[in-house]
């Protein structure tokens, strides 16, 4: 057998492993159909190694063997995911998971376990099928209007996964927050439709894996946000569709990673529809021997004339021993776009921290100072204010912590 041949082999062997623990019964023939689609994906890809092309700067293992993965299929001896306190805003209908696979309901069996097989079309992602496999905490919420609250969700499951449909120009904020170790969340975007998300990570101590899967009809709009601040490993993917004109899709991020944190965001966007606009603004602040990655990449199918995509990952490395990998990409098939990326990479501006200590700003305000003014324009891709500035406030303590 060949070294490739048996790499792949090893792939399903470990792939077979992370199935061992039965598919949850009671639920209705279409879910345990979706469930056995997803376990088919993941047998046949195989789980993910450092040979797979999206894998090559992050190492999985730490996600696939050990007291994680037997972490992530425990999920009977965990807590579920939860919504925060309090019912939930008026417009807003919410199930828990488990209920609503047990049921016939419409917009649940329409987005399960879809929105993440489409998101495999380019790039296998084996820890999203092995969570539509297998996870049985979450929710299905439906949105008909514009609730003026937020809803929280919170997943402190080992696995947990939540589907959302937001009805023609209806709209939602999502505050998501948790340490889960495997969490995915399909979002199905009606016409006219919005998602503000906006979730905060911080200090998980396990192996962390997340996924989000968007479909955008025409005008809808999703705007992404994710705070990472430390933890041992986390992997975030973005998946986004626009499948429909005029759809916009704006993903922002900021990393603060000190230690032996390895921090990984990895987006995948698609344009489809006529008009599309898509924003990736990633920015990361690496200290110690702390990593962080990022990969991007706009795909822009043959139809998808008059695209406008934009890509941007900076980071600051304030250590000799932190490091930053990057891989922007661009596929265009359309001829009639604009798209741009670009990444770059460095220490702190030393002329730029020469300038405020010559005006008695002290050094660790001072470097406060431009960190905070080098991720914001990242922060300012959150469009509700409260969230922009309690994501400021973390950066700002985060930084307070690192002079301690």
């Known amino acids: 057998m060949s070294m490739t041949a048996t790499a792949a082999a090893a792939k399903r062997a470990l792939a077979a492993d992370l199935l061992s623990t039965p598919a949850p019964g009671g639920e209705a023939a279409w879910a345990g159909k979706a469930r ?3 376990a088919a994906r993941l047998g046949a890809m195989g789980a993910p190694g450092r040979r797979d092309e999206y894998w090559k700067y992050t190492d999985p293992t730490p996600l696939t063997k050990g007291a994680a993965a037997h972490g992530a299929v425990g999920f009977e001896s965990v807590a579920a995911a939860r919504l925060g306190e309090g019912p939930a805003p008026e417009g807003v209908e919410v199930l828990p998971l488990a209920q609503a696979l047990a049921a016939d309901l419409g917009f649940a069996r329409e987005i399960f376990g879809a ?3 489409a998101g495999q079309e380019k790039v296998a992602r084996p820890l999203a099928a092995l969570n539509t496999a297998r996870a049985t905490h979450g929710f299905a919420v439906r949105v008909t209007a514009a609730p003026a609250a937020p809803l929280h969700l919170v997943n402190d499951a080992a696995m947990a996964h939540s589907v959302i449909r937001v009805e023609r120009d209806a709209a939602l904020v999502l505050i998501e927050s948790g340490a889960a170790a495997n969490t995915c969340l399909e979002v199905d975007l009606a ?3 919005a998602l ?3 979730r905060l990570q911080e200090g998980a101590t396990a192996p962390v894996a997340t996924h989000v899967f968007a479909r955008l009809a025409d005008r809808a709009q999703l705007r992404s946000f994710t705070l990472t601040a430390d933890g041992a490993l986390t992997r975030n993917e973005v998946v986004a569709e626009l499948l429909g004109d005029h759809a916009l899709a704006h993903l922002g991020g900021a990393v603060l990673a000190k230690g032996a ?3 990984d965001n990895t987006v995948f966007i698609t344009h489809t529809g006529l008009h599309g606009e898509s924003r990736q603004v990633f920015k990361n602040v690496v200290d110690d021997t702390a990593r962080a990655v990022f990969q991007g990449k706009i795909f822009v199918r043959a139809q998808a004339q008059k695209t406008d995509g934009y890509q941007l990952s900076q980071a600051i490395l304030l250590a000799e021993g932190a490091t930053f ?7 265009i098939y359309a001829d009639d776009v604009a798209c741009s990326h670009g990444s770059t990479t460095g220490a ?3 002329e730029a921290l020469f300038y ?3 005006r008695g700003v002290p050094h660790a305000e001072a470097e406060a100072l431009l960190v905070a003014a080098f991720v914001d324009e990242a922060v300012a891709e959150i469009a509700e204010e409260t969230l922009a500035e309690a994501v400021r406030a973390r950066v700002a303590a985060w930084m307070a912590r690192r002079q301690e």
């Open 261 to 263: 944190s390895t921090i």
């Open 356 to 358: 405020l200590r010559a």
């Open 115 to 117: 929105l993440e097989a």
């Open 196 to 198: 503000h998300h906006v």
């Open 348 to 350: 702190m501006d030393e």
């Open 36 to 38: 056995a689609a997803a």
């Open 325 to 331: 990998s990057a891989k922007p990409e661009l596929e």
């Open 191 to 193: 016409p006219g439709a």
